[in-house]
């Protein structure tokens, strides 16, 4: 008796294409994505000449403190972080009439250094007061001049709220120093 060749049946591929794609998705909806956690600051441009630290008079800085023990200090006194908002803004907007604090907008500076030890929310709220702080004043002057908010003039792109948005940042500088990290106190 001769032996008689066996078909062998062929796999339906186009089911296969389907499964893995299928899986594909499975995959891609059940994994999660780490998102990164963090400050989103604009540095300024890099300059060849470094600014002149001399010419900076000490009253044109505000100088803010956090400890290790999250303990504020601004210009060497304890404060608490629902008046620094309000510190920072009487700084900005001295215009010399305080011979305690910024001589004009133009030339304040906050100069912000935290410690080693300091929580990561601490120095995210006095980073937020900061922030709002100039976000204030630059409103407020934009109030004035414009008849409208810097924050609404900001995401604008034609070409006179361009201008203005010069005009205001240019009224109100952000300059806004941060120092290395160092060991201010111990917790």
Known sequence: MAKRKRDIPEINAGSMADIAFLLLI????????????????????ITDIPPDQSKQ?????????????????????????????QKTVAHLTNEGRNP?????????????????GTSYDMYVQVFNELTAA????????????????????EPNKR???????KMVKAKYP?????????????Q
């Open 26 to 45: 499975f995959f891609l909806v059940t994994t999660t994505m780490d998102v990164p956690t963090g400050l989103s600051v604009s540095l300024p441009p």
């Open 57 to 85: 008079k000490k009253r044109n800085v505000l100088e803010v403190l956090i400890n290790a023990s999250d303990q504020l200090l601004v210009e060497g006194a304890p404060l608490t972080i629902d008046k620094l908002k």
């Open 100 to 116: 305690t604090l910024s001589v004009t907008s133009t030339d304040a500076i906050v100069s912000l250094k935290n410690d080693r």
């Open 134 to 153: 100039y976000r204030e004043v630059r409103d407020e002057y934009s109030m004035q001049q414009f008849g409208m908010l810097y924050t609404e003039l």
């Open 159 to 165: 070409k006179g709220d361009k201008e203005k948005v």
């Open 174 to 186: 952000k300059k806004l120093s941060e120092a290395e990290p160092v060991s201010i106190g111990k």
